[in-house]
């Protein structure tokens, strides 16, 4: 990895940190595409769990009195199912489907309440939100809206929101760490890269705290009017890459 292209590597791992630690997601959208740029798409995803993992470990860490853990249980079975079906059907990722998901995903946080009745605290939906955001965070790097879409219908506030997501993106990152490790590995990534993935640890957790004291300073209603419109742009353009990529 060239110098200038590692420094940059280092900013965007940062403030997407901080994006995350604010919105409890989009800076994952955002840092994958980065590294979609980079890296083929299996192993761009496999690095993008090990920061991913880091940043919201400490996320939850920092939120931890806040984390509902009920619905943490309920909903990490449905990733484990998911985990379990992928490995059965032996999925490998294709960079453009991946941008193409990535690009529809935030389309789900605009239905309206009326039209898709998804609430975490119950734990059927739970599950189902597992299942399918899990899947998608293992599949295509990230869950994106998928699993707000269950906790925007709660009466949660916005830090047990986040803390409880992070704690759940845990656990789902995990998954795709493992699920992904030895195509990582078969790339051969050198030393030195893997080097700045790991200098890139540090600057997830400085992202994420400085987004957790931006967070403790919005109010709910911003929270989702914000959450909403930033996951749009992103997808809109995602999706314009994938279109690209299919009819180039």
């Known amino acids: 990895m060239a110098f200038p292209v590692a420094l940059l590597f280092l900013a965007v ?8 630690g604010v919105f409890g997601m989009a ?7 980065f590294l979609l740029a980079w890296l083929p798409a299996a192993t761009a995803i496999a690095v993008h769990g090990v920061i991913q993992l880091t940043a919201n470990a400490s996320r939850a860490w920092l939120s931890r009195r806040f984390i509902e853990w009920r619905i943490v249980g309920m909903i990490a079975c449905g990733v484990l199912i998911a985990a379990a079906l992928l490995t059965l059907v032996r999925y490998s990722p294709s960079e453009t489907v991946v941008l193409i998901v990535l690009g529809l995903m935030p389309v789900m ?3 309206p309440k009326r039209w898709f009745h998804f609430d975490v605290s119950r734990p059927g939906h739970a599950v189902m939100c597992g299942l399918v955001s899990g899947g998608l965070t293992i599949a295509v790097g990230v869950s994106g809206p998928t699993i707000d879409i269950g906790f925007i219908r709660t009466q949660l506030d916005r830090r047990t929101v986040v803390a409880t997501k992070a704690t759940i ?3 789902a990152h995990s998954l795709k760490i493992l699920f992904y490790w030895q195509a990582a590995m078969a790339m051969a990534m050198d030393s030195g890269e893997w080097g700045w993935v790991a200098l890139a640890i540090p600057f997830a957790f400085l992202g994420t705290r400085t987004g957790n004291l931006v967070l403790a300073r919005l109010t709910d209603d911003g929270f989702r009017y914000w959450t ?9 353009y995602y999706l314009i890459r994938g279109l690209m ?3 180039a």
Request: charged share 5%; no cysteine.
């Open 13 to 20: 791992v940062f403030s997407t940190s901080v994006l995350s």
């Open 228 to 236: 909403r419109w930033i996951v749009t742009v992103v997808g809109a």
């Open 245 to 247: 990529n299919l009819f």
């Open 109 to 111: 946080v605009w239905i």
């Open 27 to 33: 800076g994952g959208l955002v840092l994958l595409g």
């Open 169 to 171: 993106q845990v656990i």
